[in-house]
């Protein structure tokens, strides 16, 4: 009998065993064989899932029987069952997708009816119903939809798209350069949840500057360096598109600055969902993880309230600063102001001569206690700007989401601002560009181009418009402007309209202007002029490079000029811009394709796949 028994365990053990999780490994790939990120990766009837990382790749822990299930809003659902296999590789196929009656949701039952504002839709075929069943729902894995009752308070500043502008009245165009990016993640947001964004949710430079440029690393004394095509504008092929990019230099870790760091970090009642807090925490880890011994960290709170959780630590003391993050939680109003006041006393306290003395805040800048005009608190971020404490802005979240609040605190901080919608994008702006997010090496950095009226009837800047500066502004050091980080690149893109004839002049009254003999030439299309300041400097220098009037041909453009410009145009479709001239998907997404280059990290394959899906929304 104890044979037996011993038997009829070792059996049982056995089949135990045979059922039990296991690592389930794989890449995901999409019909172009190119890995596909954020694909999510659950198991049937559990709430276990993982979503694919920029390599494609997942792991997952599931037994043998278990199904796996495989979902990417645009791409058809896969149910895969679990065998004997360790390694189970996919290639996910797009689905056709149209605009129909039926919303795009995270989980559960839903009614169009309990909906207010415009929600985008996707076409379930079998269903004509107001309802919608569960098992004909994109779901979408890691994202935390609001109530259906919950009223969306999203903020945007308002965007009037710049014009053309007549290059002998007004032949000088002035800016002042941006790198935030934030707009291209919110947009992304707003697509991968079946949703178009807001118009003024699209700003095009910060679409087009989310993504690096292969520019040659600068040589001589200045911090960066200029290149510039030119060529038919995809768009419009009776003008031109001029490509401006400017490359920052790179400086390696250890050569940068020591940092005096404060997290100004948002844990009022509106930060509670799993893509705030937990998502803002998750983001700061990554973060903390890039310290050395000689950089510093605070950290100070707001809700109700505002406090110092965490003095000035050395880098060093890691376990100590992510046991500060890991006991904050979410609760109470948001005194954001009191908050921010803190953060730069704490800043200030802890000063580093010659160092990158900088607060971080993250929020979704709903400010409701205390200051919470703009307009004070631009002032308040200004008069401490004077003071060498710069500040950086990290926003997260939806529904209440204050996105014009962040890009004022950043552009007046003399920082830069980023939208974290899940951790490989903090991944992207905490960990792969450390040096361009946290460290300034070039600050008011102006734009002045004069356009050549022999040549340029007319010329519009794509983008930028809440950085137009006067042209005089540009001679002005007083005049604040943006900053560029180690490594960092800008891109800025014109069309530009022909002169067919000879150019008439200045059609005034009172005075005359005749283009002289250089102008007549027409080997210059454009002068571009350059200011910045060094980060510790008060007086700016300057910069000056002629553009030739050479106009490439499509086949010898650069991978940079292409690129840019399909983003720029995917910018102009989302807006439904009355510039986008001939722009639709299909050019776009071969322009995009065609330039899509090395694409290490995934970024730009990503965009490809956000056009396909926008262009069924």
């Known amino acids: 009998m104890k044979t037996k028994a011993l038997l009829f365990s070792l059996i049982a053990i056995l089949i135990s065993f045979s059922l039990s999780a296991k690592t389930i490994k794989g890449t995901i790939i999409d019909e172009a064989n190119q890995a596909l990120p954020g694909v999510c990766v659950t198991i049937k009837g559990k709430s276990t899932g993982?979503?694919?990382?920029?390599?494609?790749?997942?792991?997952?822990?599931?037994?043998?029987?278990?199904?796996?299930?495989?979902?990417?809003?645009?791409?058809?659902?896969?149910?895969?069952?679990?065998?004997?296999?360790?390694?189970?590789?996919?290639?996910?196929?797009?689905?056709?997708?149209?605009?129909?009656?039926?919303?795009?949701?995270?989980?559960?039952?839903?009614?169009?009816?309990?909906?207010?504002?415009?929600?985008?839709?996707?076409?379930?075929?079998?269903?004509?119903?107001?309802?919608?069943?569960?098992n004909k729902v994109i779901e979408i894995c890691d994202y935390e939809m609001p109530p259906m009752n919950h009223r969306n308070t999203e903020s945007y500043s308002t965007i009037s798209e710049n014009r053309f502008r007549n290059a002998v009245k007004s032949p000088v165009s002035t800016f002042s350069i941006d790198v935030d990016a934030a707009s291209y993640s919110n947009v992304r947001r707003f697509l991968s949840k079946g949703q178009k964004p807001p118009v003024d949710a699209v700003r095009i430079e910060e679409m087009i500057n989310y993504f690096n440029y292969n520019y040659e690393q600068p040589s001589g004394e200045h911090p960066f360096a200029i290149h510039h095509e030119i060529a038919a504008c995809p768009w419009d092929k009776d003008k031109l598109l001029l490509h401006i990019g400017l490359q920052g230099k790179k400086l390696k870790t250890e050569n940068l600055p020591a940092s005096n760091l404060v997290f100004l970090l948002d844990v009022s009642g509106s930060m509670s969902s799993v893509n705030k807090l937990p998502l803002l925490k998750k983001a700061f880890k990554l973060l903390v993880n890039q310290l050395r011994p000689q950089d510093k960290i605070a950290?100070?709170?707001?809700?109700?309230?505002?406090?110092?959780?965490?003095?000035?630590?050395?880098?060093?003391?890691?376990?100590?600063?992510?046991?500060?993050?890991?006991?904050?939680?979410?609760?109470?109003?948001?005194?954001?102001?009191?908050?921010?006041?803190?953060?730069?006393?704490?800043?200030?306290?802890?000063?580093?001569?010659?160092?990158?003395?900088?607060?971080?805040?993250?929020?979704?800048?709903?400010?409701?206690?205390?200051?919470?005009?703009?307009?004070?608190?631009?002032?308040?971020?200004?008069?401490?700007?004077?003071?060498?404490?710069?500040?950086?802005?990290?926003?997260?979240?939806?529904?209440?989401?204050?996105?014009?609040?962040?890009?004022?605190?950043?552009?007046?901080?003399?920082?830069?601002?980023?939208?974290?919608?899940?951790?490989?994008e903090a991944k992207k702006v905490l960990v792969n560009e450390f040096g361009g997010t946290l460290h300034t090496i070039a600050k008011d950095v102006k734009i002045q181009i004069e356009f050549n009226p022999a040549i340029v009837a007319e010329y519009r800047l794509v983008g930028y418009e809440n950085r137009m500066l006067k042209r005089e502004d540009f001679d002005d050091d007083r005049k604040d402007a943006g900053e560029l980080g180690s490594g960092h690149n800008v891109t800025a893109l014109y069309e530009i309209k022909l002169a067919k004839k000879k150019k008439k002049d200045q059609d005034l009254k009172y005075q005359k202007t005749e283009l002289n003999a250089k102008a007549l030439s027409k080997d210059e299309i454009a002068t571009v002029k350059f200011r910045y300041k060094k980060p510790d400097a008060k007086k700016s220098v300057l910069m000056t490079e002629v553009i030739p009037m050479n106009i490439k041909p499509e086949e010898s453009l650069s991978e940079n000029y292409r690129f840019s410009a399909a983003v720029a145009g995917f910018g102009l479709l989302l807006r439904n811009s009355e510039h986008k001239g001939n722009c639709n998907y299909k050019m776009l997404i071969d322009l995009a394709q065609d330039a899509k280059g090395d694409d290490e990290e995934g970024y730009r394959g990503e965009l490809i796949r956000l056009m396909k899906l926008a262009k069924h929304l």
């Not at 065998?83 to 989980?107: F, P, R, S, W």
């Open 299 to 424: 950290i100070v709170v707001y809700a109700g309230s505002s406090g110092l959780v965490l003095p000035s630590t050395d880098g060093n003391q890691k376990e100590k600063i992510l046991n500060a993050l890991n006991r904050l939680n979410a609760g109470g109003s948001t005194a954001g102001a009191a908050g921010l006041r803190l953060a730069y006393k704490t800043a200030r306290k802890n000063f580093i001569d010659g160092g990158n003395n900088r607060i971080i805040l993250a929020t979704d800048g709903d400010f409701n206690v205390g200051i919470s005009s703009n307009a004070e608190m631009e002032r308040l971020v200004e008069k401490e700007r004077a003071n060498g404490v710069f500040i950086s802005v990290l926003g997260f979240g939806m529904g209440n989401y204050k996105d014009d609040k962040m890009e004022i605190i950043a552009d007046k901080g003399n920082g830069n601002y980023s939208y974290i919608d899940n951790i490989l």
């Open 50 to 134: 993982v979503v694919s990382n920029y390599e494609g790749k997942y792991s997952i822990e599931a037994s043998k029987g278990d199904v796996l299930i495989f979902s990417f809003v645009g791409m058809i659902t896969q149910k895969i069952k679990v065998k004997d296999q360790l390694v189970i590789n996919v290639q996910m196929k797009a689905e056709q997708i149209k605009m129909d009656e039926v919303v795009v949701v995270g989980y559960g039952n839903v009614e169009n009816k309990s909906f207010s504002g415009s929600v985008a839709g996707i076409n379930i075929r079998g269903s004509s119903s107001g309802k919608v069943r569960r």
